[in-house]
Every structure is written in C-alpha cells, then in structure tokens.
C-alpha cells in the first residue's frame, strides 16, 4: 500500500521556537509538497519541490522554509514559530507530469502558543 | 472573490439521500476538475477526475462539469453512513504539474464540504 508519512500527528510549540515538519514517501514521486488547512480557507500551497534540492514557493510561503535532500523526504520548517502559523499541514506527493492525483498524508496539527 | 467558492455546510441528510456537491469558479481556463473526499483525521484522496464539461460516473458517483456556468457537481447515489466525510474540489487550468507548465498546473481547492449522513 503506498505511503506518505507525516512525523507527527500533534505537536505543540510555543511561540518563536524554531519547528520541523517531516514527510516521507514511498512512491519513489518526483513532486512533494506542503499545504496547510484551515476552516474556511481550504488547502493552501506553502511549498512545493519537483526534485532533489529543488523549491519553488507557493501562495502562502512567509515564515517557512523547505528541505528536500533526499527524494523520499521533505521537510517544512518554521524558524520562529507564531501563533498565526496554528493549523493542520498537510504534505502530499505526486508522479511528474500529471497533477490529478496527489497523495496525501495524515497531517500534522500544529498548535502554536 | 476566491477563484472556487465551495458551500461549507455542514450537509446532514438520511440514509439512502440523494446527495449533490457543488463549486462555483470565476476562471474561466480552468480545464480539469477533481473531487477529493476526506476522512476524520485522514488526508484528502481523489475520488474523481473529469476533463472539460460533461459527467463522468463511478458506481454510486456521478461528476458533472458545466464550463458555461463555471459549475461543477459531485452526486451521490444511495448515500451511506460510509460516504460522511469532508469533500473538496480541486481544479487546474492544464494536466501538467507545476515544473515546465508555470503555475497553470496548480491545483486550486474548494474549501470543502462536510456531509454527514445518518443511519
């Protein structure tokens, strides 16, 4: 059964701590991504990469960071935490050249206090 | 204006309803249109994927894609308790995903509707 898994299921952080969100796949995809998900708003794209060391910035970027040394993983990172950056984030992963379907993890709800 | 509007709900209906999901969109090159369902603590996963008007049916689904009304549906047939989950649509302007294609493979998302359906 493929997989993508997120690190955590719940986290907690305080505000201006430095957070790591990791995501591994094992669909050997070239595309990850991070969205986060919020009532109302929907799925937002935050990052995405299309190879190894490779990002390009989604719609909602500031105040994250991406990771992509391996193609199996990709990591969000948020250098100062903030109270506004609370929500669920969602990493998903995809074959090259075709966008319908994205794979899903089961997110990460992340509370910042 | 969002590009896709989505009724939020929450949507309750019995067992065995007929159910219908919409989206409303406001680009008109929007040219691929995905439903994804979405489980309690799950991720989102695709349920269908239809290109340009017309419907396109799975067993108990039923899509349809109206570009002149930039109205898009998602049916449901014999509803059951199962089916409770939040549904999102999704759509592009090409197939491409993002690398060489700029951003018109960009999946653009509804916000999602909860639909529950009682035993």
């Known amino acids: 059964d493929v997989k993508v898994t997120q690190s955590s299921r719940y986290l907690v952080k305080r505000t201006g701590e430095k957070v790591f969100l990791e995501c591994v796949q094992d669909m050997d995809h070239e595309n990850m991504f991070w969205y986060r998900q919020d009532p109302g708003l929907g799925l937002r794209l935050i990052y995405f990469s299309y190879d190894v060391k490779m990002k390009e910035k989604g719609d909602i970027p500031e105040g994250y960071s991406v990771s992509r040394e391996k193609k199996e993983r990709f990591s969000l990172i948020l250098e100062s935490a903030s109270t506004n950056q609370t929500s669920m984030y969602l990493c998903?992963?995809?074959?090259?050249?075709?966008?319908?379907?994205?794979?899903f993890g089961s997110g990460t709800q992340l509370s910042v206090l | 204006q969002k590009e896709v509007e989505q009724d939020p709900g929450p949507l309750s209906v019995p067992e065995g309803a007929i159910v219908s999901l919409n989206c409303t969109y406001s680009n008109s090159a929007f040219q691929y249109f995905m439903w994804y369902r979405q489980y309690s603590r799950k991720g989102p996963e695709l349920l269908m994927y239809?290109?340009?008007?017309g419907n396109k049916e799975d067993g108990r689904f039923t899509a349809q894609v109206d570009k002149s009304s930039k109205y898009i549906s998602l049916f449901i047939r014999d509803s059951q308790p199962s089916d409770s989950a939040t549904y999102l649509c999704?759509?592009?302007?090409?197939?491409?995903?993002?690398?060489?294609?700029?951003?018109?493979?960009?999946?653009?998302f509804g916000q999602g509707t909860t639909l529950q359906v009682k035993p």
């Open positions: 999704a759509m592009s302007q090409t197939r491409s995903d993002f690398y060489g294609s700029g951003n018109t493979g960009k999946l653009i």
């Open positions: 239809t290109y340009s008007s």
């Open positions: 998903a992963s995809s074959y090259r050249g075709t966008n319908e379907k994205l794979f």
